[in-house]
């Protein structure tokens, strides 16, 4: 009798390609899955997003959750010099003092910890990688060096998930280094080409709070970038029953220009006349937020025409630059 083919049995279990298999399948169904949501869980989901996106030069105290025990406090920022993930520094208490950090020392000094969301490399895992940053830098000493390494804890248990954040927009990079630093001319350097890639940059806030909106002057126009937390279904859906009614609008001198989508979330994009304030869109930015709230909430069928109008905003895809 002819022996039994194995052909189309399969790998056999706990075999180098068993693994091979198992770990190509797990690939692909994390490509079907929804997108990644880094932080999701935190009310400031939104606004990290957009310092990790297209924020230049901006910082926010991190709320440290309750029984996490940091050493002293840390702030987030949007990028660090040589784009490094981490950093710890020895300031003067009275700069650093107001927002409530840890005692000064003898010296009247207290320790900070930085925590960057644009990095290079980018990580693989940012959850994981943003957890191991706050970590060490909520507990290191100044200088030391940060080894990178991540870490499984949820941002959650680390970052308090109910506080806002606080982002203080810079209109340079000088917060790089404590006032009294002697800094190298060829960091010198670098910190005057990183200031010149800062775009005029201000957060809207709605009555709402729902989402970030961040107005953005890119010179020849201005850019409204609405970062929302909805899933992509429901925000497209609401969208498009705005369009068909003929309020997917800020107001006269603003054009829906279409959306981008990042960290699991989706980003509307607005482009405003450049040669109004960014306090002047707050009415527009109310109206057009209470509109959407309505559509949110309208459990309805999209009708003919706005499955047509669904269509187009979802074709309408915005590049950052």
């Not at 083919?5 to 068993?18: E, F, H, L, T, V």
Request: aromatic share 6%; net charge negative.
């Amino acid at each position: 009798m002819a022996k039994k083919s194995k052909r189309g049995s399969g790998p056999r279990p706990g075999s180098n390609r068993a693994e091979r298999v198992a770990a190509r399948k797990a690939r692909q169904a994390a490509a079907l899955s929804e997108p990644a949501r880094p932080f999701a869980g935190l009310k400031s989901e939104c606004d990290l997003v957009a310092m990790r996106s297209f924020i230049a030069s901006a910082t926010a105290q991190v709320p440290f959750a309750a029984g996490f025990g940091a050493a002293h406090g840390a702030d987030f920022a949007t990028i660090l010099p040589g784009a490094v993930p981490a950093d710890v520094r020895s300031i003067d208490a009275a700069v650093f003092g107001e927002k409530g950090a840890a005692p000064a020392d003898t010296a009247g000094r207290v320790t900070q910890g930085l925590v960057a969301l644009q990095t290079n490399p980018e990580p693989a895992d940012l959850a994981a990688s943003l957890a191991g940053a706050l970590t060490w830098a909520a507990s290191a000493a100044d200088g030391d060096q940060y080894d990178g390494d991540g870490s499984d804890r949820p941002l959650t248990e680390i970052i308090d998930p109910d506080a806002d954040l606080q982002v203080v927009v810079h209109t340079d990079f000088g917060w790089w280094f404590a006032e009294d630093a002697d800094v190298p001319q060829e960091l010198s350097m670098m910190l005057e080409r990183a200031n010149e890639t800062i775009l005029p940059t201000a957060r809207l806030h709605p009555s709402s709070g729902v989402g970030a909106p961040w107005w953005v002057d890119a010179g020849d126009r201005a850019h409204l970038r609405w970062v929302r937390p909805e899933s992509e279904s429901d925000l497209m859906n609401a969208l498009a029953k705005m369009h068909a009614a003929g309020h997917l609008t800020l107001g006269e001198g603003s054009r829906f220009a279409g959306s981008f989508r990042t960290h699991g979330l989706v980003v509307p994009v607005f482009d405003l006349d450049v040669e109004a304030h960014h306090e002047e869109w707050n009415s527009g930015v109310e109206e057009f937020d209470a509109r959407l709230t309505e559509a949110l909430a309208d459990p309805a069928e999209l009708t003919a025409a706005q499955r047509s109008s669904r269509a187009g905003i979802i074709g309408r895809q915005v590049t950052l630059r």
